[in-house]
Nanobody, 124 residues
């Protein structure tokens, strides 16, 4: 089992930056990749970005390319999401996820483990 815990949400203004952190614990050696999703009320979870646990492969949703950067620190079992140039449309609950299988896919059923999520609100 892998446990995930996010931190870093908050209320920011249009154009501001924010960094999310996802701390993993448990059987992290079993992880193939981690990802960030986001969800707004009444909508399905949307894939934001993914990263392999070993290696340099990253994947981004078109809506965040050039603004968001996903990274990780294997030594700290931690994944990050740096969000720059935030837009009101980026407002959502952000969740981190992990999968024990490859490759990196964007659909939520691919991921075995989920954090609780943190709210990001971007004011216009």
């Amino acid at each position: 089992q892998v446990q995930l815990a996010e931190s870093g949400g908050g209320l920011v203004r249009h154009g501001d930056s924010l960094r999310h952190t996802c701390a993993a614990s448990g059987r992290t050696v079993s992880m193939y990749a981690m990802a960030w999703f986001r969800q707004t009320p009444g909508k399905e979870r949307e894939f934001v970005a993914g990263i392999r646990w070993i290696g340099d492969t990253t994947v981004y949703a078109d809506s965040v390319k050039g603004r968001f950067t996903i990274s990780r620190d294997n030594g700290e079992n931690t994944m990050y999401l740096q969000m720059n140039a935030l837009l009101p449309d980026d407002s959502a609950v952000y969740l981190c996820a992990a999968t024990s299988r490859g490759p990196i896919y964007s659909f939520e059923s691919w991921y075995n483990y989920w954090g609780q999520g943190t709210q990001v609100t971007v004011s216009s």
